[in-house]
């Protein structure tokens, strides 16, 4: 094992899944000299040795050898939604530590069975996204905690990824050749894949949710000709989200509206926004409400001139890391298992706990299973620490 100049040695990650997600976490595995990546394994083996080829990595023939090899300490879970379980459970039995790609279960009842299991074998446990770990989260946070604008009353977050029935998604290819998962993103729905990227950042900074209000639909239901349509899940959800804490959030999540990643705070001094959670450098803007603003927040070039726009708010840290893949998707992946990793040398907690990923898994299928009636979430977990380059 590679020991770290002034630190521990390095842990030894394994990937289980090489298609496309597997080379964004490829793609930013090196800004980490705390993980040693010892080999990945995938069910098809021909993407297997076609993604251990591509960056020249080990590959893995099964998961049983994989879960042999002592040099393997956790395992980064980079299945299909739908095998994260199975695939969680494995690895824990074989007495690994656990990152999973989002969510953490397809059902709340895998879900807590993996956190039991985690916590009787006293194993580490996480889960993807860390969004709430880059830097326009923590920017944003700092401000709250702050108090920048006043008391935090109301949140609108969007996650809209445009039509993508209208684009060619069936020629989008990883850097190591795998085809986008159409039928995956289809079956499983926006929802269970996107809406933990702004409902982490959430519950990091509020806490604990009470209540979830939702809406869904599949709205076009013959986007893949080749698919069935009752398989589909839905490609549209809104939900407001009541935090213990006072706040509520309104988030929305398509595949069919205009692209929009913006989030806004809007508190009784103020409104902090900031345009994509998908780009860890993402400008973070201040709007204070004063009267006057508040009178002219209809005229919005009128609040330019006199001076009442907004103003950039510098943020904590510049991102200091290679891009995540093709097209350059500024979200650093490999920083939940860094973060998990420094949890472990350190005898704590992770940040992105076992517990905080059952919670954000319960919020989302909330939102996915819509129903009429509040439901009442039942998961909590411990408030989360900001980062120590943000406080």
């Known amino acids: 094992m590679k020991r770290r100049r002034g630190g521990p040695p390095a842990k030894g990650v394994a990937f289980v899944g090489c298609g496309y997600v597997a080379d964004y976490y490829m793609a930013t595995i090196g800004n980490h000299p705390e993980l040693s990546l010892v080999g990945v394994m995938d069910r098809d083996g021909a993407r297997a040795r076609r993604f251990g080829k591509h960056y020249s990595v080990p590959v893995f023939d099964t998961l049983d050898d994989l879960l042999a090899d ?3 300490q956790l395992v980064a879970n980079l299945t299909n939604p739908r095998s994260h379980y199975e695939v969680s459970r494995r690895c824990l039995e074989a007495g690994k530590h656990v990152y999973s790609e989002k969510p953490l279960g397809m059902t709340m009842d895998e879900a807590r069975d993996l956190v039991a299991l985690a916590d009787e074998r006293k194993l580490s446990l996480s889960g993807a996204p860390c969004g709430a770990l880059g830097e326009t989260a923590q920017t944003l946070w700092k401000e709250l905690r702050s108090g920048t604008i006043g008391k935090p009353r109301l949140v609108y977050a969007e996650l809209d990824d445009g039509p993508i029935h209208l684009m060619s998604y069936k020629t989008w290819l990883s850097d190591s050749g795998s085809p986008w998962p159409y039928r995956d993103e289809f079956e499983v729905g926006c929802t269970l894949e996107h809406a933990g990227y ?24 013959d986007k893949a000709p080749d698919m069935a349509p009752e398989s589909h899940a839905p490609d549209f959800s809104v939900a407001c989200i009541e935090f213990a804490s006072g706040v509520t959030a309104r988030l929305t999540c398509s595949i069919l509206a205009p692209h929009d990643h913006a989030i806004r705070i809007i508190g009784d001094r103020g409104i902090l926004s900031a345009k994509d959670c998908w780009d860890y450098g993402s400008t973070v803007s201040l709007v204070k409400r004063t009267p006057l603003r508040i009178r002219a927040e209809k005229y919005p070039v009128a609040a330019a001139l006199l001076g009442l726009g907004p103003r950039q708010v510098p943020l904590v840290r510049r991102p200091a890391f290679r891009p995540a893949g093709k097209g350059g998707t500024k979200m650093d992946f490999s920083r939940g298992i860094a973060e998990q990793v420094a949890a472990l040398d350190h005898e704590r907690e992770p940040r992105l706990s076992a517990r905080f990923a059952l919670h954000t898994n319960e919020i989302v299928l909330a939102i996915q299973r819509a129903d009429p ?8 977990f411990d408030a989360m620490a900001p980062m120590p380059w943000a406080r």
């Open 373 to 380: 009636t509040p439901y009442r979430v039942e998961s909590t």
């Open 198 to 221: 702004y409902v982490t950042w959430l519950a990091a900074w509020f806490g604990p949710a009470k209540t979830v209000t939702a809406y869904s639909s599949c709205l076009i239901p």
């Open 70 to 72: 002592g040099r393997v």
